[in-house]
């Protein structure tokens, strides 16, 4: 690729303030600026879900300071890929942009023990999206 710009990923579900937050803050820790990472809500809540900060904690990332985001068409626009997370028709579409469907439950109302598969998950499969789309190079190389 010559394009040295970094691909950039929106994840999007509803309230912003858990599924969505868990994998923009995973794909930030494990993409080391490899990849640009925004998240938005097509309905945000107030703040982050208390279970998901402490959920994320326990594995040494901070998402305490995040506050939900309301999806934009800028946002959709600005990004190569679009991660969708249980927000059904409210996602814009647009052509050119690489759309997944992440079918993951909804951690709102539940306590740290029911998140901490769901974010054991979506780090599972933050990993194997990074590893398709901003493989680390060998060392040296950049």
């Known amino acids: 690729m010559s394009d040295t710009t970094p691909p950039s990923v929106l994840f999007v579900c509803v309230h912003?303030?858990?599924r969505s937050q868990m994998a923009a803050a995973f794909l930030t820790h494990l993409g080391g600026g490899r990849v640009q990472v925004r998240s938005a809500g097509s309905a945000p809540?107030?703040?982050?879900?208390?279970?998901?900060?402490?959920?994320?904690?326990?594995?040494?990332?901070?998402?305490?300071?995040?506050?939900?985001?309301?999806?934009?068409?800028?946002a959709v626009q600005a990004s190569d890929v679009v991660i969708t997370m249980g927000c059904?028709?409210?996602?814009?579409?647009?052509?050119?942009?690489?759309?997944?469907?992440?079918?993951?439950?909804?951690?709102?109302?539940?306590?740290?023990?029911?998140v901490r598969p769901l974010r054991d998950d979506i780090e599972q499969r933050i990993r194997g999206l990074l590893d398709e789309i901003a493989p680390e190079g060998p060392e040296g190389q950049g």
């Open 88 to 114: 059904g028709d409210t996602c814009p579409v647009f052509p050119g942009k690489r759309y997944l469907d992440w079918q993951l439950p909804d951690p709102a109302g539940q306590g740290v023990e029911a």
């Open 16 to 18: 912003n303030a858990g």
């Open 45 to 74: 809540a107030d703040a982050v879900n208390p279970s998901v900060v402490a959920a994320m904690a326990e594995v040494g990332i901070d998402v305490s300071a995040e506050v939900p985001k309301v999806l934009t068409v800028e």
